[in-house]
Protein backbone atom coordinates (compact mmCIF):
# COMPACT_ATOMS: atom_id res chain seq x y z
CA UNK A 1 0.00 0.00 0.00
CA UNK A 2 1.11 3.15 -0.34
CA UNK A 3 2.85 5.09 3.13
CA UNK A 4 4.62 7.52 3.69
CA UNK A 5 7.87 7.64 6.92
CA UNK A 6 9.65 10.71 8.61
CA UNK A 7 12.16 10.97 10.78
CA UNK A 8 11.23 10.87 14.14
CA UNK A 9 11.06 14.44 15.88
CA UNK A 10 11.72 16.55 18.06
CA UNK A 11 14.50 18.23 16.28
CA UNK A 12 16.03 20.81 17.79
CA UNK A 13 18.68 23.11 16.35
CA UNK A 14 20.24 26.68 17.10
CA UNK A 15 19.98 29.42 14.76
CA UNK A 16 21.89 29.29 11.06
CA UNK A 17 22.26 25.38 11.00
CA UNK A 18 21.46 23.43 8.05
CA UNK A 19 18.25 21.51 8.44
CA UNK A 20 17.37 18.09 6.88
CA UNK A 21 14.05 16.31 7.84
CA UNK A 22 14.67 12.54 5.85
CA UNK A 23 11.24 11.38 3.91
CA UNK A 24 10.67 8.32 2.44
CA UNK A 25 7.71 6.78 0.50
CA UNK A 26 5.93 3.50 -0.62
CA UNK A 27 3.65 3.89 -3.21
CA UNK A 28 1.77 2.27 -6.55
CA UNK A 29 2.43 3.94 -9.65
CA UNK A 30 4.11 7.65 -9.40
CA UNK A 31 2.41 10.06 -6.97
CA UNK A 32 3.16 13.86 -6.57
CA UNK A 33 5.07 14.16 -3.32
CA UNK A 34 4.47 17.39 -1.17
CA UNK A 35 5.95 19.20 2.15
CA UNK A 36 3.38 20.84 4.75
CA UNK A 37 4.04 23.12 7.52
CA UNK A 38 2.01 23.60 10.40
CA UNK A 39 2.61 26.54 12.39
CA UNK A 40 1.75 26.63 16.07
CA UNK A 41 -2.26 26.76 16.49
CA UNK A 42 -2.87 27.24 12.39
CA UNK A 43 -3.58 24.81 9.56
CA UNK A 44 -1.53 23.15 6.94
CA UNK A 45 -0.05 25.24 4.56
CA UNK A 46 2.16 23.84 1.45
CA UNK A 47 5.50 24.60 1.43
CA UNK A 48 6.51 22.75 -1.58
CA UNK A 49 6.13 20.19 -3.96
CA UNK A 50 7.31 17.83 -6.77
CA UNK A 51 5.29 15.79 -9.19
CA UNK A 52 7.65 13.93 -10.87
CA UNK A 53 10.94 11.95 -10.27
CA UNK A 54 14.36 14.51 -10.28
CA UNK A 55 11.57 17.59 -9.70
CA UNK A 56 13.06 19.76 -7.04
CA UNK A 57 10.80 21.84 -5.11
CA UNK A 58 11.26 24.74 -3.29
CA UNK A 59 9.95 27.81 -1.43
CA UNK A 60 10.83 30.47 1.50
CA UNK A 61 14.73 28.33 1.39
CA UNK A 62 13.57 25.44 1.67
CA UNK A 63 14.65 22.74 -1.28
CA UNK A 64 13.41 18.50 -1.88
CA UNK A 65 13.89 16.66 -4.91
CA UNK A 66 12.15 13.81 -5.85
CA UNK A 67 13.77 10.80 -5.91
CA UNK A 68 12.18 7.80 -7.19
CA UNK A 69 15.17 5.65 -6.62
CA UNK A 70 15.74 5.93 -3.18
CA UNK A 71 12.00 6.65 -2.64
CA UNK A 72 12.98 9.68 -0.66
CA UNK A 73 11.86 13.25 -0.84
CA UNK A 74 14.06 15.17 2.00
CA UNK A 75 13.49 18.50 3.37
CA UNK A 76 16.48 20.58 3.36
CA UNK A 77 17.50 24.18 4.27
CA UNK A 78 20.76 25.98 4.34
CA UNK A 79 20.14 28.44 7.35
CA UNK A 80 16.88 28.20 9.59
CA UNK A 81 15.55 30.96 11.62
CA UNK A 82 13.78 30.69 14.59
CA UNK A 83 10.62 31.75 12.19
CA UNK A 84 10.64 28.37 10.82
CA UNK A 85 9.37 26.55 14.27
CA UNK A 86 7.01 24.26 13.00
CA UNK A 87 5.90 20.51 12.06
CA UNK A 88 6.79 19.56 8.27
CA UNK A 89 4.62 17.32 7.56
CA UNK A 90 5.46 14.97 4.20
CA UNK A 91 2.80 13.63 2.40
CA UNK A 92 2.15 11.81 -1.02
CA UNK A 93 -0.82 12.11 -3.20
CA UNK A 94 -2.58 9.01 -4.81
CA UNK A 95 -5.72 9.34 -6.58
CA UNK A 96 -7.92 9.20 -3.68
CA UNK A 97 -6.34 11.24 -0.75
CA UNK A 98 -3.25 12.97 0.53
CA UNK A 99 -1.38 10.36 2.75
CA UNK A 100 0.71 12.13 4.96
CA UNK A 101 3.64 10.93 7.26
CA UNK A 102 3.43 11.54 10.86
CA UNK A 103 4.97 14.71 11.02
CA UNK A 104 8.43 15.88 12.68
CA UNK A 105 8.77 19.09 14.86
CA UNK A 106 11.00 21.48 14.39
CA UNK A 107 12.28 24.21 16.94
CA UNK A 108 14.93 26.69 16.22
CA UNK A 109 16.72 28.53 19.32
CA UNK A 110 18.08 31.56 18.63
CA UNK B 1 -11.01 35.73 1.18
CA UNK B 2 -9.85 32.85 3.45
CA UNK B 3 -10.06 30.10 1.28
CA UNK B 4 -11.23 27.31 3.50
CA UNK B 5 -12.93 28.29 6.49
CA UNK B 6 -14.14 26.22 9.78
CA UNK B 7 -16.03 27.07 12.28
CA UNK B 8 -15.79 27.28 15.35
CA UNK B 9 -11.96 27.31 15.85
CA UNK B 10 -12.99 25.74 19.40
CA UNK B 11 -15.41 23.53 20.61
CA UNK B 12 -15.52 22.08 24.10
CA UNK B 13 -18.21 20.18 25.12
CA UNK B 14 -19.60 17.31 27.37
CA UNK B 15 -19.66 13.42 26.31
CA UNK B 16 -23.01 12.33 25.04
CA UNK B 17 -23.73 15.79 23.29
CA UNK B 18 -24.16 15.79 18.94
CA UNK B 19 -22.22 18.93 17.62
CA UNK B 20 -21.32 20.14 14.00
CA UNK B 21 -18.53 21.40 12.46
CA UNK B 22 -18.94 23.84 9.41
CA UNK B 23 -16.36 23.95 6.52
CA UNK B 24 -16.57 26.16 3.69
CA UNK B 25 -14.55 26.82 0.49
CA UNK B 26 -14.36 29.46 -2.09
CA UNK B 27 -11.73 28.13 -4.31
CA UNK B 28 -14.11 26.09 -6.46
CA UNK B 29 -12.79 22.82 -6.00
CA UNK B 30 -14.48 20.10 -6.43
CA UNK B 31 -13.50 17.91 -4.18
CA UNK B 32 -13.51 18.42 -0.20
CA UNK B 33 -12.40 16.42 2.81
CA UNK B 34 -11.92 15.76 6.67
CA UNK B 35 -9.12 15.17 8.40
CA UNK B 36 -8.31 14.44 12.25
CA UNK B 37 -4.95 14.96 13.94
CA UNK B 38 -4.47 12.93 17.22
CA UNK B 39 -2.52 14.61 20.18
CA UNK B 40 0.45 13.57 18.57
CA UNK B 41 -0.03 15.35 15.48
CA UNK B 42 -0.70 12.16 13.37
CA UNK B 43 -3.25 12.96 10.47
CA UNK B 44 -5.76 10.54 8.68
CA UNK B 45 -8.56 10.83 6.59
CA UNK B 46 -11.65 10.42 7.83
CA UNK B 47 -13.66 11.27 4.55
CA UNK B 48 -13.46 12.77 1.04
CA UNK B 49 -16.33 14.00 -1.47
CA UNK B 50 -16.66 14.92 -4.94
CA UNK B 51 -19.03 16.96 -6.12
CA UNK B 52 -21.26 16.49 -3.07
CA UNK B 53 -20.79 12.37 -3.76
CA UNK B 54 -18.97 10.87 -0.78
CA UNK B 55 -16.03 8.82 -2.19
CA UNK B 56 -13.88 7.82 1.29
CA UNK B 57 -14.95 6.65 4.42
CA UNK B 58 -11.94 5.25 6.31
CA UNK B 59 -13.25 2.98 8.89
CA UNK B 60 -14.98 6.17 10.88
CA UNK B 61 -17.19 5.00 13.32
CA UNK B 62 -21.07 5.60 12.15
CA UNK B 63 -21.62 8.50 15.25
CA UNK B 64 -19.60 10.92 12.44
CA UNK B 65 -21.65 12.13 9.81
CA UNK B 66 -20.36 14.28 6.98
CA UNK B 67 -22.87 16.51 4.95
CA UNK B 68 -21.95 18.26 1.50
CA UNK B 69 -25.12 20.40 0.64
CA UNK B 70 -23.07 21.41 -2.30
CA UNK B 71 -19.78 21.69 -3.31
CA UNK B 72 -18.54 24.53 -1.53
CA UNK B 73 -19.86 23.11 1.75
CA UNK B 74 -18.79 20.26 4.18
CA UNK B 75 -19.87 19.74 7.15
CA UNK B 76 -19.39 17.28 9.93
CA UNK B 77 -21.77 16.06 12.54
CA UNK B 78 -21.00 14.40 15.35
CA UNK B 79 -23.22 11.93 17.34
CA UNK B 80 -22.61 11.12 21.10
CA UNK B 81 -19.12 12.27 21.89
CA UNK B 82 -16.94 10.58 23.42
CA UNK B 83 -13.81 11.54 25.47
CA UNK B 84 -11.89 9.80 22.70
CA UNK B 85 -13.16 12.15 19.72
CA UNK B 86 -10.78 15.14 21.50
CA UNK B 87 -8.80 15.99 18.65
CA UNK B 88 -8.21 18.64 16.09
CA UNK B 89 -10.36 18.34 12.92
CA UNK B 90 -8.82 19.80 9.22
CA UNK B 91 -11.62 20.43 6.99
CA UNK B 92 -9.57 20.65 3.11
CA UNK B 93 -10.62 21.01 -0.24
CA UNK B 94 -8.34 20.16 -4.11
CA UNK B 95 -8.81 20.61 -7.39
CA UNK B 96 -9.29 17.01 -8.45
CA UNK B 97 -8.89 13.70 -6.93
CA UNK B 98 -5.97 12.52 -8.24
CA UNK B 99 -4.29 15.58 -9.78
CA UNK B 100 -0.48 16.45 -8.54
CA UNK B 101 -2.54 19.72 -7.38
CA UNK B 102 -2.47 19.98 -3.22
CA UNK B 103 -4.74 20.19 -1.23
CA UNK B 104 -5.64 23.75 0.99
CA UNK B 105 -6.25 23.34 4.42
CA UNK B 106 -8.78 25.51 7.07
CA UNK B 107 -7.73 26.56 9.99
CA UNK B 108 -8.97 23.58 12.41
CA UNK B 109 -11.35 23.10 15.09
CA UNK B 110 -9.85 22.01 18.28
CA UNK B 111 -12.61 19.36 19.62
CA UNK B 112 -12.24 18.73 22.87
CA UNK B 113 -15.00 16.35 25.16
CA UNK B 114 -15.00 16.64 28.66
Known amino acids: GNSVTQMEGPVTLSEEAFLTINCTYT??????LFWYVQYPGEGLQLLLK?????DKGSNKGFEATYRKETTSFHLEKGSVQVSDSAVYFCALNTPRKLIFGQGTELSVKP | DTAVSQTPKYLVTQMGNDKSIKCEQNLGHDTMYWYKQDSKKFLKIMFSYNNKELIINETVPNRFSPKSPDKAHLNLHINSLELGDSAVYFC?????????????FGQGTRLTVV
Open chain 1, 50 to 54: ATKAD
Open chain 1, 27 to 32: ATGYPS
Open chain 2, 92 to 104: ASSPLTGSGTEAF
